[in-house]
Structures are given as C-alpha cells and as structure tokens.
C-alpha cells in the first residue's frame, strides 16, 4: 500500500534563510503545530552563531551536521527524542532505515533527510510507494509543489520519536544560548577548525588565493548567518539575562555587514578574524 502525507509546507529560501537542513526543519515542525520560524530555529540551534571550517575548505562546512552539530543540539534543547540512521543504501543498517523511515510516515511524521535528490540538500521523506518500492520526498527549492520520488538514497535520516515542546521559547533560547561560547572558542570539533582557529588557518596559508571561490562562499554563508544571529539576539537576548548583550549584538551585526561582494577575500577573512577575536572577550 502507498502512503505519502499531504499538507506539509513547501522547503522555500529566501534571501538569508538558505540553510537546507532548518528550513526542512521549519517544514516539519510547523506542520506538527508548532509556531516556530527559521530564525528561531537557525539561532536556537546556535547555527547563527557558529564558525566551521575544515582543513581542506570542504563546502560541508556549512551543514548543520559537521563539526558542532547544530541539527542535533536543536533537538535537544527543544526537548524532542530523535534517532540519526546514517549509512549507504548497500551497508548492513540500511533495512533497519528503510523500516523506520516507513514506521514514522505511518505515525504520520516526515522524515528530514539529506541526499534525496543527488544532492548535499536536506529534504523530507513524506511517503512511501506500493510494497516500499520508493520514497516519496519533498526538495529543497524544488520548482513545483507536492512530493516528488526520490531518486537517490538519504545516507543520514532524522527520525523524530517524540515532538512534544514544553518548553516556552523563553526557556529554549535561555538553554540555548548556555552554549553559546562554545560556539565561538577556538578548537578542533569532531575534525573542523571551530571558531577563529580555521580563520586564522584560511591566513596562514593563504587559502583566500588558493581556494578563493570556497573561501568566499563559506564566509558569504556565515555573514548570512549572522545577520539571523543579530535578529535572533534583538527579539530573544532581553529575556535570557545574557551578559554583553549590546555589544554581541553590535560585533555580529559588523559580521553581518561585511561587503562580500566588493572587498578582496583577504579582507574579508582579516576582518572575520578581527571581529571574532573581539567576540571571544564578550563571552
């Protein structure tokens, strides 16, 4: 028997709300019931906030899966219970996905998963064909409205077991931002340069000549980023207690603000850094 579910909202970018991965997430929750926008989402997951690069300037830098995994931490600080199936369609697992992915459409529940279109974009699983023959998916910035076929297999799949959120939103940005230094101190996080570690690696090496185009459009994703963290802080920081609020608001609105279509890549990398440095004395 074939199973898709209908009336999810459309997986739609805008200008600054790019991220493929929140706005499947923005999709999901929404269509559960919850009132929970991109922004909020991008900065309760401290996505907004985060600085990941890896060594060989990979454009996975920018998903919420590398490094300090935003994906995850959202879930968590909303109070969900998920389960994370990752693996090839030929490994040992991949009928144990196949039968949970089926088992969530049934609860009624889509399923956010990435590569199901031959693409690095997150998407949602929201059905299943006659004896599980396909999965039926909705893309990201698909040209036409319903759920397509899935032409290819999602290696990581996000399965929600719980969805209840108890929490006021007063209470999730204030767990949220708990971590919100973690975010910006300089380290290795699960093999990605985290914070202005991988800006000042980007310098020392002179990858703005070597990589330019990555260069620029990760620190273009980051700039974009930041313009949700500066929204994100001037709607929700009052109410946390935050120390330094005006002037974390004022250091990621200068991020924001970053000239990516003029400035030469060296700038912009020596600019991030100064500014990130800055951001380390206010946490």
């Not at 023959?133 to 036409?144: A, I, M, R």
């Amino acid at each position: 028997m074939e199973r898709i579910l209908f009336n999810i909202p459309e997986i739609a970018p805008s200008e600054f709300c790019k991220n493929s991965y929140f706005l499947s997430f923005e999709s999901l929750i929404k269509y559960i019931g919850y009132d929970l926008n991109y922004e909020f989402l991008l900065g309760t997951s401290l996505h907004a906030f985060r600085t990941n690069i890896y060594p060989d300037l990979s454009l996975s830098s920018m998903d919420s899966f590398t490094g300090f995994n935003t994906a995850e931490y959202l879930l968590n600080v909303l109070g969900m219970k998920w389960e994370t199936r990752m693996g090839a369609e030929d490994e040992e697992g991949a009928p144990l996905t196949v039968m949970k992915i089926v088992d969530s459409i049934n609860r009624g529940l889509p399923v956010i998963a990435i590569h199901l279109d031959y693409t690095e974009n997150w998407g949602l699983i929201t059905g299943y064909g006659e004896n599980v023959s396909n999965f039926y998916g909705l893309f990201f910035n698909q040209e036409t409205k319903g759920s397509k076929i899935v032409t290819s297999w999602p290696f990581i799949a996000v399965i929600l077991n719980e969805t209840a959120v108890e929490k006021t939103k007063k209470e999730i940005v204030s767990k949220a931002l708990e971590n919100l230094g973690y975010v910006s101190t300089p380290g290795m996080v699960n093999g990605y340069y985290n914070g202005k570690l991988g800006i000042e690696y980007i310098i020392e090496n002179k990858l703005y000549d070597k990589e330019e185009s990555r260069v620029r459009t990760i620190f273009k994703d980051i700039r974009d980023n930041r313009k949700v963290a500066v929204s994100y802080l001037e709607k929700y920081g009052n109410e946390t207690g935050i120390s330094h609020l005006s002037d974390l608001i004022k250091l990621y609105k200068e991020e924001a603000g970053i000239d990516m279509e003029n400035e030469k890549t060296e700038e912009i990398c020596r600019k991030f850094l100064k500014i990130e440095e800055k951001l380390l004395d206010k946490m």
